[in-house]
């Protein structure tokens, strides 16, 4: 066999792929905010393509929730609501309690090994002060995992409607910043996982409902400083 005969294909990756990746990262990241207006003319502009894979961006990132597309080609950044946030997190917990639930039963030593392994990346990027934004993109690929070991297609793909949402609100409301929440997720995760080793479903509802409620407490609490900030903002404009 050649060398070359060794090499995987390469994965196709369209432009309005790549495009909504960058518009993605720039949501996440705060670049452009919640409400901000932008236009496909715009976007086309700055990234310095045509307005086609624009549109096709945007259309992806609205059925991902981060968008909002008007007419005239405008469309703007998510503003979530109060509601927006506790549909968001009570859908994430009813289905990640059925992953967990399903995962007793199903997980294999590799698939324990594969959460243990993103368990010590979680511990180590933690510990090292590394970013925040990669301290997000851990938890997040911790909880999908659990949710793929449930073996329910229809599960996961419920999961993945919500996933960049659920990183939305992290980001807003700066939940791995401003609080104990990552410190509490290694001890979270660790739980989850000697609960699947030992097929103890209470142990583990227990420490996952603790988990994603102690995310949504934050989430409306810091959602409700947020309209107490911008609220004395506009009372200081008058």
């Known amino acids: 066999m050649s060398t070359t005969d060794a090499l995987d294909p ?16 720039a949501i996440l990241t705060g670049a452009l905010r919640p409400g901000q207006r932008v236009t496909e003319d715009e976007l086309a502009r700055v990234l310095g393509i045509s307005r086609s894979p624009v549109r096709q961006a945007l259309i992806q990132l609205e059925h991902e929730g981060l968008i909002v597309r008007e007419r005239n080609q405008r ?13 968001v997190c009570t859908l994430r917990l009813s289905l990640e309690t059925l992953a967990l639930e399903r995962a007793m039963a199903r997980a294999t030593a590799e698939d324990i090994a594969e959460l243990e392994g993103l368990f010590r990346k979680y511990s180590k990027c933690l510990r090292s002060g ?6 997000v993109e851990l938890d997040l690929a911790f909880h999908e995992q659990l949710v793929h070991i ?3 297609s229809r599960l996961l793909h419920a999961w993945e409607g919500i996933r960049f949402q659920i990183s939305y609100l992290m980001f807003t409301c700066n939940i791995v ?14 739980e989850i996982i000697e ?6 479903l209470a142990h583990g509802t ?8 102690n995310a949504y407490d934050v989430f409306r609490t810091r959602y409700a400083q947020q309209a107490i900030e911008k609220q004395e903002g506009r009372d200081h404009a008058i």
């Open 150 to 152: 449930s073996r329910h």
């Open 206 to 213: 227990q420490h996952l409902r603790a988990h994603l409620e």
């Open 195 to 200: 609960a699947l080793r030992r097929k103890d």
């Open 130 to 135: 590394g970013p925040l934004a990669r301290l």
């Open 177 to 190: 910043g401003e609080s104990e929440f990552p410190s509490l997720c290694d001890v979270w995760h660790s």
């Open 10 to 25: 390469v994965e196709r990756i369209s432009l309005g792929d790549l495009v909504a990746e960058r518009i993605r990262q």
């Open 75 to 87: 469309a703007s950044v998510v503003c979530m609501s109060e509601e927006d946030i506790e549909e």
